[in-house]
């Protein structure tokens, strides 16, 4: 999520060894793939099958089979894209003075989060029991806390950071600022709507200078 | 969201029946229904033997839905964690859904009393760490079933919002109703998470106050020099 994410360890390779060669192949996987999505969304992963994904498809399961090793790969799949698109497009910029800029990543990744509701909906539901997803999930978490750490100690290097302020620790809430309260927000619905902008702007102020002498 | 600090402003102080109305009577309402803030008083009433199996039973439920989550834990885990057979389990509680809404409504009753009686926004973080902490096993099954039992989600949401309403409290000063009212959830959601998480086993174990001093010094001062 900042400038200094580490590369991800999980890759994907196709279920028997084969991408789609064709363009036809490219548009049945993605066909599975959205269909896979729906599925997902509507029943979640764990009762969902294969056979249910095929049907929404308009193929059989032997065609899913094809691509896709079972039902976790189709999702890792789908987890793999989102984590790259995420990682290419919300990347928290530093400014001259070696600042995060918050507002841009955080605004876009309000976005892509409600464009892919169905899939955090399901990551969160595999968090318990632990599972790969739930791996993969620390995973990324360490990755946007390594940031954050690395961000806010080159800011106290240059002077730019409270010099008081408990590095790790903050870089910890900070990934914490992007998970449980998105989560709420755009999965569960539980907050009122249309207030993405004052989310963003609180999430700011916390990695920016805070809210004790904000007047509104 | 109307006029959530309705309560407070005309209380300086209230005492702890006061809870209820801290929030919008609208919302509050229907509220009580699930969250039932008033103390416990729905234990067995016929003796101390009985009482004490009974805590038992809720402790014991804490230490296994820790442990394996809702779906993990079986009845039969539970009681043989308070050493007693599932007859025993039975004769207090319908079953394991029971034991766990009882489980989270003592969290919920916990935590609110915790949050009103702090004097600080820090000491309100401490204390919904360290309640958060005790009731982690509560906090788990809840995660785990949150999504597909919409009863228990209202349920969470209400105390969520009740949560928030009373960490809005002690950011009144610097921001307006409903920012206070936002960043409460957003601390509110940070510490669930940062408890769960870190049951599980995912981030480093650390001290209540120094998560709260850090997590109240970003609020206030950020990250950065002013």
Avoid at chain 1, 162 to 167: F, K
Avoid at chain 2, 66 to 93: K, N, Q, W
Avoid at chain 2, 132 to 138: E, I, P
Avoid at chain 2, 144 to 161: F, K, S, T
Wanted: hydrophobic share 40%.
């Amino acid at each position: 999520m900042t400038e200094a994410e580490s590369d991800s360890d999980y890759s994907w390779t196709p279920g028997d060894g084969r991408a789609p060669s064709s363009r036809r192949g490219h548009r049945t996987r993605e066909r599975i793939l959205e269909a896979a999505v729906a599925v997902f969304e509507e029943r979640g992963l764990v009762e969902v099958t294969v056979q249910e994904i095929g049907q929404r498809a308009g193929v059989s399961s032997g065609t899913v089979y094809k691509y896709f090793r079972d039902k976790a790969d189709i999702f890792r799949f789908l987890l793999m894209e989102l984590r790259r698109t995420i990682a290419e497009e919300t990347t928290i910029a530093l400014d001259d003075d070696g600042k995060l800029i918050v507002w841009p990543a955080m605004s876009r990744f309000l976005e892509l989060y409600r464009a892919n509701v169905a899939l955090y909906r399901v990551w969160w539901e595999s968090l318990d029991p632990p599972t790969e997803f739930s791996d993969m999930w620390v995973e990324v978490h360490e990755g946007y806390r390594k940031g954050f750490a690395a961000a806010l100690r080159r800011g106290k290097r240059t002077g730019v950071t409270r010099p008081d302020l408990d590095v790790e620790l903050a870089a910890e809430l900070a990934v914490l600022l992007f998970e449980r309260p998105i989560y709420s927000r755009i999965v569960l619905r539980w907050d009122p709507d249309g207030e993405d902008d004052q989310v963003t702007d609180v999430t700011a102020a916390l990695l920016g200078t805070g809210l004790g002498s904000v007047t509104r | 969201m109307t006029t959530p600090l309705r309560g407070c402003v005309n209380g300086a102080n209230p005492a702890p029946t006061y809870i209820a109305t801290l929030c919008a009577p609208d919302t509050c309402s229907a509220r009580r229904d699930d969250v039932h803030i008033s103390p416990t008083t729905s234990d067995t009433p016929s003796g101390d033997g009985t009482r004490s199996t009974r805590q038992a039973l809720l402790a014991a439920g804490l230490v296994t839905f820790a442990r394996a989550g809702y779906d993990g834990a079986r009845v039969a885990d539970i009681s043989a964690e308070a050493g007693m057979t599932t007859g025993a389990l039975y004769g207090h509680f319908d079953g394991k859904e029971a034991l766990f809404t009882e489980l989270f409504r003592l969290y919920g009753d916990e935590i609110t009393r915790a949050l009103h009686d702090a004097h600080s926004l820090e000491g309100q973080l401490v204390q919904v760490i360290e309640v958060s902490r005790k009731y982690r096993g509560a906090l788990r099954a809840s995660a785990g079933i949150l999504q597909r039992r919409p009863d228990h989600a209202a349920v969470r949401r209400g105390l969520r919002e009740t949560c928030a309403g009373l960490l809005a409290w002690h950011l009144r000063e610097p921001l307006t109703q409903r920012d206070a009212r936002l960043v409460g959830r957003t601390l509110i959601d940070i510490l669930d998470q940062y408890t769960l998480v870190e049951s599980m086993g995912w981030i480093k174990h650390r001290d209540p106050t120094d998560v709260a001093s850090a997590l109240h010094s970003m609020v206030m001062e950020g990250v950065y020099v002013q």
